[in-house]
């Protein structure tokens, strides 16, 4: 089990900023490919952005591509979600993962923050 828990939703107005945190528990953090995923209602849950061990390759859906950003610490065991221009589109609840390789897939899971973005 690796434990995250996530922080940093809230409620924002159309055109701000929030920064979610995600701090995970274990010795090898860096090695973890780590993740945000969000789902709205009525919606399947969706890929945000991933970061690799180092911090030195992102990914990011279209959808966000330009606005958000993840990072990484490794000396606080800790990974970032900068959003920024937040759009009507963007609320839902923001799922930190992550992926300790050689796994393929996302095993491990945070609770949710909420995000909600008022127009």
């Known amino acids: 089990q690796v434990p995250l828990v996530e922080s940093g939703g809230g409620l924002v107005h159309s055109g701000g900023s929030l920064r979610l945190s995600c701090a995970a528990s274990?010795?090898?953090?860096?090695?973890?490919?780590m993740g945000w995923f969000r789902q709205a209602p009525g919606k399947e849950r969706e890929f945000v952005a991933s970061i690799n061990w180092s911090g030195g390759k992102t990914y990011y859906a279209d959808s966000v591509k330009g606005r958000f950003t993840i990072s990484r610490d490794n000396a606080k065991n800790t990974v970032y979600l900068q959003m920024n221009s937040l759009k009507p589109e963007d609320p839902a609840v923001y799922y930190c993962?992550?992926?300790?390789?050689?796994?393929?897939?996302?095993?491990?899971w945070g609770q949710g923050t909420q995000v909600t973005v008022s127009s």
């Open positions: 993962t992550c992926r300790i390789p050689p796994a393929q897939a996302f095993d491990y």
């Open positions: 274990g010795r090898t953090f860096s090695s973890y490919v």
